[in-house]
């Protein structure tokens, strides 16, 4: 019992935290709301007040809202995907970017975008509509489903097996994706770039609320699932005999990961290491233990990601920081920080 | 209790088990014995459901075993597996709570507590329930998972089943025959245990009925006076023995040799 509320204690302060940042961005840019505060703005929109300037409203509601929203959003998700990614694996290296599932994402979401006007017209329209996060989707599944093929047997996962396919299918998204953008034309080019930088700069209520019901799903069928997690630690078998159904758990794992990280990918593009950074903070406070770091993971995905689109808008201003070169800077020093304490065991 | 006619079990085109009936009763301890590559382990492993391949007929309490459901079965019976995982990096109290993960979903319960902290007294791991598993010896790792099994099996239903497969590695003497009397006191309660054991004194102290397997068969069955004779023991492990009786249990004494 005193777990429990351990855990709701840490919950409750990373989301006040959370509301701190986000009121913190809220009101950090480079519009100038002649003199007045950004809260103050957001105070009237909320009052429906009429005397509003539209530029005003637009860049409260439609720019910074939205935009703070889907960071919260895409952070927590991409957080999420990794520790249970890191759970599947049993290693805490497992990431979407070092198995290439972000890869298999793009790469297929860079497919849709190119070639997509030539065979558009034959699908019918909801598909056309979710074309690239359909395709972004199914990339992710693809690639998870290849990592997991080759790099385990009998439930044990062999690590260099895992990290290296995960090189390869890179590799083969870097080529392709490269060939696209030698035959792309210019706009599609322009989408292209923002994919492999990665931006939360198109957010819009739309994305929103379609990336809301995605992390509801997911969320409703991961997050209990730490105790499984816990036990996996065990290995497959022993897993089984405290009565977790480990075949359903895995493909529960394979498949909404690969929804949530395509999901990501086909809104924001390639956001890398976030799946990586907060599972590796949480476990030097909770060690492995899944029943704090599943949840935890939740809010300090989105703290992070917040945090960092924050900066990434505000620390060139006017012009904007791609936010993927930001957490990808944090990303890399702690995936060698996890590589040199696990020299010895791999 | 559990039953289970003509298991076999290949790995590629190596018989590791040929056609092994067995049966074990209520309140039956069976120490499971032989020599190296003889097909203990994976007599365990396929009793436990762990193997999916080809169809076993394997009946747990009147049902066949696949039909039960994975997590009500867990409340039946445990396994204590032989390579236990060295990578965990959590609390010992968090690895013994495990066992307790069948009976509750998100929030631990008193009696789940209770069973946690009963059963890392009785293994002699309490002292150590805020280390780091990691951080644990060979032998200590062992306790911790023996508590972890047995508080898995703290419960109410009748006629519970437990799998030990070479339980005493790494253990000093005081707590094999800790973990032994752990062992015998849960089949005095009309349950049972399937134990792999190497030491044949032990076994033969402990046990009820000794199952001596070579080269994938049954080699005898029985009772430990019924089992070891030294004309069964010798021909079993290829080597000289003398048995003689123990001077305080009674029961009978191999010496090797």
């Given at each position: 019992m005193r777990t429990q509320s351990k855990l709701y204690f840490y919950l409750t302060i990373s989301a006040v935290l959370l509301v701190i940042i986000a009121v913190w961005s809220l009101n950090t840019g480079v519009y100038d709301f002649g003199g007045r505060s950004a809260f103050e703005v957001l105070g009237k929109v909320i009052a429906g007040d009429t005397g509003l300037s539209l530029s005003d409203k637009y860049v409260i509601c439609d720019v910074r809202?939205?935009?703070?929203?889907?960071?919260?959003?895409?952070?927590?998700?991409?957080?999420?995907?990794?520790?249970?990614?890191?759970?599947?694996?049993?290693?805490?290296?497992?990431?979407?970017?070092?198995?290439?599932?972000?890869?298999?994402?793009?790469?297929?979401?860079?497919?849709a975008i190119v070639l997509g006007g030539h065979f558009k017209q034959y699908l019918p329209e909801m598909v056309q509509f979710s074309l690239v996060g359909i395709s972004a989707f199914l990339g992710a599944l693809l690639a998870m489903m290849l990592v997991y093929r080759i790099s385990t047997s009998g439930g044990k996962t062999n690590v260099v097996m895992m990290l290296l396919s995960g090189v390869a299918i890179t590799s083969i998204g870097f080529s392709i994706t490269g060939f696209l953008i030698y035959i792309s034309k210019d706009d599609q080019l322009r989408d292209l770039t923002f994919w492999n930088m990665g931006s939360l700069a198109a957010a819009t209520w739309t994305k929103n609320i379609i990336l809301t019901v995605v992390l509801v799903i997911s969320y409703i069928i991961l997050v209990p699932q730490g105790k499984a997690l816990n036990a996996m630690m065990l290995g497959e078998k022993d897993a089984e005999h405290l009565?977790?159904?480990?075949?359903?758990?895995?493909?529960?794992?394979?498949?909404?990961?690969?929804?949530?990280?395509?999901?990501?990918?086909?809104?924001?593009?390639?956001?890398?290491?976030?799946?990586?950074?907060?599972?590796?903070?949480?476990?030097?406070?909770?060690?492995?233990?899944?029943?704090?770091?599943l949840?935890?993971?939740?809010?300090?995905?989105?703290?992070?990601?917040?945090?960092?689109?924050?900066?990434?808008?505000?620390?060139?201003?006017?012009?904007?920081?791609?936010?993927?070169?930001?957490?990808?800077?944090?990303?890399?020093?702690?995936f060698i920080a996890i590589l040199l304490k696990f020299k010895k065991s791999l | 209790m559990i039953k289970a006619h003509h298991i076999s079990y290949r790995h590629k085109e190596f018989h590791i088990l040929d056609g092994i009936d067995i049966s074990v009763g209520y309140g039956e301890f069976l120490a499971i014995v032989g020599p190296n590559g003889a097909g203990k382990s994976s007599l365990l492993s396929v009793l436990a459901n762990e193997v999916k391949q080809g169809k076993q007929n394997i009946v747990f309490k009147d049902k066949p075993i696949t039909n039960w459901e994975v997590r009500e079965l867990s409340q039946h019976k445990a396994k204590f597996s032989q390579h236990n995982s060295n990578d965990i990096t959590l609390d010992v109290k968090d690895v013994v709570m495990m066992g307790r993960y069948p009976y509750f979903d998100a929030q631990p319960r008193k009696e789940d507590l209770e069973a946690m902290n009963n059963m890392m007294y009785e293994t002699d791991v309490f002292h150590l329930k805020d280390r780091e598993y990691n951080t644990l010896s060979g032998?200590?790792?062992?306790?911790?998972?023996?508590?972890?099994?047995?508080?898995?099996?703290?419960?109410?239903?009748?006629?519970?089943?437990?799998?030990?497969?070479?339980?005493?590695?790494?253990?000093?003497?005081?707590?094999?025959?800790?973990?032994?009397?752990?062992?015998?006191?849960?089949?005095?309660?009309?349950?049972?245990?399937?134990?792999?054991?190497?030491?044949?004194?032990?076994?033969?102290?402990?046990?009820?009925?000794?199952?001596?397997?070579?080269?994938?068969?049954?080699?005898?069955?029985g009772t430990p006076q019924e089992v070891f004779t030294a004309d069964t023991i010798s021909k079993a492990y290829n080597f000289p023995c003398t048995i003689c009786d123990h001077p305080i249990t009674n029961n009978p004494m191999i010496i090797f040799g």
């Open positions: 809202a939205s935009r703070i929203v889907m960071a919260i959003l895409i952070g927590s998700m991409l957080a999420v995907s990794g520790t249970s990614l890191q759970g599947l694996f049993k290693n805490p290296l497992a990431t979407g970017e070092a198995i290439g599932l972000t890869s298999g994402a793009t790469l297929l979401a860079a497919i009565g977790i159904n480990v075949e359903r758990l895995k493909k529960q794992i394979v498949i909404i990961t690969s929804l949530m990280v395509g999901t990501c990918v086909a809104f924001s593009g390639t956001i890398g290491f976030v799946g990586l950074i907060v599972p590796y903070i949480l476990r030097l406070l909770f060690k492995s233990n899944y029943t704090f770091i949840p935890l993971s939740t809010i300090c995905g989105s703290i992070l990601l917040l945090i960092a689109d924050t900066f990434s808008r505000s620390i060139v201003a006017p012009s904007e920081l791609p936010i993927g070169i930001l957490t990808s800077l944090i990303g890399g020093p702690i | 032998g200590e790792k062992q306790r911790v998972h023996l508590s972890r099994v047995m508080a898995q099996l703290q419960n109410d239903i009748a006629h519970k089943l437990l799998f030990l497969d070479e339980p005493l590695n790494n253990l000093d003497v005081k707590h094999q025959y800790k973990a032994l009397e752990i062992i015998k006191k849960f089949t005095q309660k009309a349950n049972s245990a399937i134990v792999v054991l190497h030491d044949l004194n032990l076994a033969a102290q402990f046990a009820d009925k000794i199952l001596l397997m070579k080269s994938g068969k049954v080699a005898a069955h």
